[in-house]
């Protein structure tokens, strides 16, 4: 998998793509992430990217021209199954869309700054619209990082365990249970005792009771549509 991320803020993204798993993912080969400083694709002397709304009131606008000429850049040398912008309102980013991203070949995520971006923009070349939450950041840098962070590690080879992304919360509708790792006993403090009893069944039973107890708590608008999705 290909990812383009398209910004104002190039050096927001130095560091997510550096480390840990997504850095994994790339040095073995399953995923490339590249990220492309828009300025670049600026008008003039000065690379102008941005200029004042129509119509009066505070604040720049992204201008399409520099967007069009990155987009049609890139878009002459991959095929992109969509071109992703990232703003406050778009749909709502979860598990299922990742899932779904994770199955794409080349995706291009444009981060938007300022004001926003000419309407036009978002009109003819934008496919999908997607928002990591209901706030507003400085721009899309941090959004575009969660989002290729969330579905890179969903590419198969991507995880040393093939099945722990299988176990992530929300997988299936449920908050993952609890773990714990040696002392068995710390401070007093004790793990639970099935999860040392080496009954496997016993421990998946007891795992699944816990997703499901943590879900109802803390989820009940989850819990709740996977209640009424299955009856
Ligand atoms: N850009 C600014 N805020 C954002 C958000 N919540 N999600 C995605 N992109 C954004």
Known sequence: ???????????????????????????????????????????????????????????????????????????????????????????????????????????????GHYKGIDERIRTQFITKEVSIGDYVLSGGELAAAVVTDAVIRLIPGVLNDETSALSDSFQDDLLAPPVYTRPAEYRGWTVPEVLLSGNFKAIDKWRQEQAESRTKSRRPDIWNKKDSSEG
Do not use: W
Request: net charge negative; aromatic share 6%; hydrophobic share 40%.
């Open 1 to 111: 998998m290909r990812i383009d991320i398209i910004t104002l803020m190039p050096a927001l993204l130095d560091g997510p793509f550096a480390h840990s798993i997504v850095k994994r993912a790339q040095e073995r080969g399953l995923a490339e992430v590249h990220v492309h400083d828009l300025r670049n694709y600026g008008l003039g002397k000065h690379k102008q990217v941005d200029d004042t709304q129509f119509g009066g009131g505070a604040g720049m606008v992204m201008m399409i021209e520099p967007i069009e000429r990155i987009i049609n850049e890139l878009k002459s040398k991959n095929e992109y199954d969509e071109v992703i912008f990232m703003t406050p309102d778009g749909e709502q980013f979860k598990q299922s869309i990742a899932n779904n991203l994770s199955l794409k070949t080349n995706l291009i995520l444009l981060c």
